[in-house]
């Protein structure tokens, strides 16, 4: 028995491969249930008393034998194939740059075209207290123009909301800044809409306000046909009567952009018309809520949605491409 001992671990020693299933084959030869050792382990129960110890210790090192050589081959040929898949004179996978979103290229044009004639940048947070979103903007409690801006408001603090327009930028600044103020407030607004696919309860403003001596309806109509020819190519608006609380008199802007797509129809409603923007003259009463004087200062704001003008620009066909984030779509988009 000894003598078989010695052969097999000889035999172990002298053994190796690279060859996965070999070493495999190996291990169920030695170790596998049927396999040699077992068998020994069987054979041992056999041996007379006197040399249990002698042979006992044979087959421990031919068991410490066969393991060890198990685990050397086996790391072995792991490293190898690391070293077959890692070619390190391989160029590196080429990082993916990304896009900007549509919704911020559009956005950073017409921050460009603003800018061009003198508005800066300014921002305020989303979520707001009552004061800068309603209050302050002419909308008190109760005041049924609420209703057309529902919005989601903390159970435990109806003082605090998510903003509902970026209006509420205008009584933030106002509140920092004395006239002349020119400014441009773009960002994501609220509103408790019936949330399904189509419709959403997240979308994006971009807000404009202007105060400063003098400052007539003219300016606001001017400035706002300078815009659209700016974006769109297309200087045709029109102004119809609306009506905001936090300005007076009001109107709804309307730019004819034309019918030549099925996008065109759908987002026009088929009158070839884009309702762009809400505007008009900054009411007295919300001067005089932020402390500006209103016999001496006159100014315009305006607020228009982003997304449509999106779409109508990419001839995008469903707004909730612009929520899906899908990067099949995202990657299509260039600046304008
Ligand atoms: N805040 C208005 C809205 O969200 C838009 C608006 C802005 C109207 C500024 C007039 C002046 O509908």
Redesign the pocket.
Same mark, same amino acid.
């Given at each position: 028995m000894l003598e078989k001992i010695d052969e097999l671990l000889a035999e172990v020693n002298r053994f190796t491969s690279s060859n996965k299933d070999e070493i495999e084959q190996f291990r169920i030869r030695f170790s596998g249930k049927k396999g040699i050792l077992n068998d020994i382990f069987a054979q041992f129960k056999e041996v007379a008393n006197e040399h249990k110890k002698e042979v006992g210790q044979k087959i421990n090192a031919l068991k410490q034998a066969v393991e060890t050589k198990f685990e050397e081959l086996k790391n072995a040929t792991a490293s190898t194939i690391i070293v077959e898949k890692e070619d390190l004179t391989r160029p590196g996978f080429p990082a993916a740059l990304g896009t900007r979103h549509p919704i911020n290229l559009v956005k950073n044009r017409i921050i460009e075209i603003f800018k061009s004639i003198g508005f800066a940048v300014a921002d305020g947070p989303e979520i707001e207290d009552d004061w800068h979103n309603f209050t302050a903007l002419n909308l008190p409690e109760y005041h049924p123009a609420r209703d057309m +801006?529902d919005t989601f408001f903390i159970e435990t603090n109806p003082d605090v909301l998510l903003r @509902?327009?970026t *209006?509420s930028v205008q009584i933030r600044y106002l509140e920092q800044h004395q006239p002349p103020v020119r400014i441009l407030s773009p960002g994501r607004v609220f509103r408790n809409e019936a949330i399904s696919s189509r419709s959403h309860c997240i979308f994006h +403003?971009i807000?404009g306000l202007y105060i400063d001596e003098n400052v007539s309806f003219a300016d606001l109509k001017q400035t706002i046909q300078f815009f659209t020819t700016e974006l769109f190519g297309k200087s045709k608006i029109r102004m119809r009567p609306s009506y !905001?609380p !936090? @300005?007076e008199p *009001?109107a709804e802007v309307d730019v004819y952009w034309g019918l030549n797509s099925e996008t065109d129809y759908r987002i026009t409603k088929g009158t070839g018309w884009l309702e762009i923007m =809400?505007? =008009?003259m900054v009411d007295p009463a919300v001067l005089k809520n932020v402390n500006i004087d209103a016999d001496k200062y006159s100014g315009y704001? !305006? =607020?228009m949605g982003i997304e449509r003008i999106v779409m109508l620009l990419y001839q995008m066909s469903d707004i909730r491409m612009f929520f899906e984030n899908d990067k099949r779509m995202l990657d299509q988009f260039v600046s304008l």
């Open positions: +801006q @509902t327009h *209006s +403003q807000e !905001f !936090f @300005t *009001s =809400g505007c =008009g704001a !305006f =607020g």
